[in-house]
């Protein structure tokens, strides 16, 4: 039809509270060098407006789904996420999403890759960037995924169908570890400060801090946080050494081009009242914990999957940074509710913990996903030389 584009078939998707472009991995080049230059061009990126592409020139709309059958077996489909920058040329394949994680069953049911059953269909997902699988249990109505129910997140306006997901597998995805460093707590010593922090494993690598060692109450929304400008290149400067020691990167200066990614941030605090920046007040006695992240250098509007994912794990180290944050009460119980910017978010988080070891038996997580858009994007001939 143009003589001088290409025409890929493709999706827009919400899966949580992010949205992204779902492509089967067919429609991509196979050379790595190729592929990230058509996705660059898909997004349009770099281009901090992205006026050019798909991407909606924001760290929650600028992301990947790549989905082909599965190359593992005991997985229905391969899933590859990738964080594509708008200010840069990097498509970042380091870490999970678990937002855009669980519009992967729906999309692979309704694109016939998963045979339907009623009500409930369980999707079994190889998560390529960790070499996981992620259980996704999607209700389904005349052979499609339902999009219509009951269930609402923060974040996201109205309702939808209550998609499950049990992330069990993934501890230690990235490390192969819990605890990359063997401790539930570390002393960094940075400009002439001491910061007590955890790093831990699982869903995706995250470094949790308490708010107050960096002058915080814990309540900040995001853009008080990533108005700071000190604030962000101390928190970039700590997550950049949690980088280095646990083997992501070889220098500190590295860190922005060579994991922006992973690990996350996570600045936690006990439970208190605040507001949400839809303007609602969340009750301190309806929460566990209050939680803000970082990644890909900018704070997070709520709180992704995979950080919920590795919240719902540190809280069950005794000693960590997320475990001292956290109530009594979600001590004694298997739901932790997390205080974030947009509301409230649950896990469920069980661990057996014996003779000073943690072992997850199931960290589960509920999201709601839809379909927006089916079509075709062009990509200029060029893109591909």
């Not at 590859?80 to 678990?98: A, H, K, L, P, W």
């Amino acid at each position: 039809m143009y003589q001088d584009m290409e025409m890929l078939r493709c999706a827009l998707v919400r899966g949580g509270t992010s949205k992204g472009v779902f492509i089967r991995k067919n429609e991509l080049p196979q050379d790595p060098v190729k592929r990230d230059a058509v996705i660059r061009a898909i997004f349009g990126s770099p281009d901090v407006r992205q006026i050019d592409g798909l991407g909606g020139a924001d760290v929650l709309t600028s992301k990947l789904a790549i989905i082909s059958p599965s190359t593992r077996e005991g997985a229905d489909v391969d899933y590859t996420f990738g964080q594509v920058s708008f200010d840069t040329d990097v498509v970042d394949y380091g870490g999970n999403c678990g937002n855009i994680s669980s519009a992967v069953g729906p999309f692979a049911i309704d694109e016939g890759m998963v045979a339907p059953v009623e009500p409930v269909t369980t999707v079994r997902i190889h998560l390529t960037n960790s070499d996981n699988i992620l259980v996704a249990e999607v209700p389904v109505k005349d052979g499609k995924a339902m999009a219509e129910g009951d269930f609402a997140i923060d974040g996201v306006p109205g309702t939808g169908a209550k998609i499950t997901l049990d992330w069990a597998d993934t501890v230690g995805a990235f490390t192969g570890k819990l605890l990359p460093t063997g401790r539930a707590q570390d002393i960094f010593r940075i400009d002439g400060k001491q910061y007590a922090m955890s790093i831990v494993d699982a869903g995706t690598t995250t470094v949790f801090i308490e708010a107050g060692s960096l002058g915080l109450k814990g309540t900040e929304s995001p853009q008080e946080i990533e108005g700071n400008k000190p604030l962000m290149a101390v928190i970039e400067r700590i997550r950049a050494e949690a980088a280095l020691r646990i083997g992501f990167i070889d220098k500190v200066e590295d860190s922005v081009v060579r994991s922006p990614y992973n690990p996350f941030f996570a600045i936690v605090s006990r439970s208190a009242d605040y507001i949400s920046i839809s303007g609602q007040p969340v009750k301190g006695a309806d929460v566990d914990l209050v939680a803000r992240l970082v990644f890909m250098q900018r704070m997070h509007k709520t709180y992704p999957v995979t950080g919920t994912v590795c919240t719902g794990a540190a809280v069950r180290i005794p000693g960590s940074v997320a475990w001292q944050a956290l109530s009594d009460a979600a001590k004694a119980r298997v739901t932790v509710n997390i205080g974030h910017p947009g509301g409230v978010i649950a896990v469920e988080s069980d661990a057996d913990v014996s003779d000073g070891q943690v072992r997850m038996k199931r960290i589960g997580v509920y999201r709601t996903a839809r379909r927006i858009m089916d079509g075709i994007v062009y990509v200029k001939k060029s893109v591909y030389k």
